[in-house]
């Protein structure tokens, strides 16, 4: 096993924990175990926000990687623009590697 998938186990155990030392806040047993001991979303789906607005960032990170290796690929004398288009290929699968690489 790996350092990384230690640490992140480690934070697991400790985040089960500290749910598990919190108390229910006005809930039944019976409640706070339905619930699954997540926070409920609140109507204006605060809790999902977070993930949106993620994957919304490393969409645009990859767009803009791609649109910004063609454009200087273009600018510098691409034979065509289909080799233009190539150099953004290889400038997108950068950009995914970076964005699949910095998640945790």
């Known amino acids: 096993m790996t350092s990384r998938a230690k640490a992140k186990r480690r934070r697991r155990e400790e985040a089960a924990a500290e749910?598990?030392?919190?108390?229910?806040?006005?809930?039944?047993?019976?409640?706070?175990?339905?619930?699954?001991?997540?926070?409920?979303?609140?109507?204006?789906?605060?809790?999902?926000?977070?993930?949106?607005?993620?994957?919304?960032?490393?969409?645009?990170?990859?767009?803009?990687?791609?649109?910004?290796?063609?454009?200087?690929?273009?600018a510098a004398g691409a034979a065509n623009f289909g080799t233009a288009l190539a150099f953004g290929q290889i400038g997108f699968a950068l950009a995914l590697a970076y964005v699949l690489a910095r998640r945790r």
């Open 19 to 74: 749910r598990a030392a919190t108390p229910a806040s006005g809930r039944s047993e019976g409640q706070a175990a339905s619930a699954g001991g997540r926070p409920q979303a609140d109507a204006a789906g605060g809790a999902s926000r977070p993930v949106l607005v993620g994957i919304l960032t490393d969409a645009a990170i990859v767009l803009a990687a791609f649109a910004a290796a063609a454009a200087i690929a273009a």
